[in-house]
């Protein structure tokens, strides 16, 4: 689990996240695909939990998880916000120069 984790929070980490040049769209479809990893672990993390009760085990915390979630959640709606945007002011821009009056 914990491995899985790891391996999450490098994703994280992609240069394509982090360039302002990168595809709005493509970072966005990366992004989904870790988050439908990052449900796995969770719901990973919740089975762990349940044994770890039922043999009367101590309950690790798995912070992380929650942390990568947050992070993820934060970078999916930057993403987002950023793509809507670029198509709203596109749209304003075509919308403005079919408005212009030449005459």
């Known amino acids: 689990l914990r491995t899985r984790a790891g391996s999450a929070r490098t994703m994280l980490g992609n240069v ?61 709606k930057l993403w987002n916000a950023l793509y809507s945007w670029d198509d709203v002011s596109v749209a304003w821009g075509i919308m403005v120069l079919c408005d212009v009056n030449s005459g």
């Open 16 to 76: 394509m996240i982090f360039s302002p040049d990168s595809d709005s769209l493509e970072v966005i479809q990366y992004l989904d695909k870790l988050q439908t990893e990052v449900d796995k672990i969770h719901d990973l993390r919740k089975r762990y939990i349940y044994y770890q009760k039922t043999l009367g085990l101590p309950q690790s915390t798995f912070d992380e998880i929650d942390e990568i979630q947050a992070d993820l959640r934060i970078k999916s």
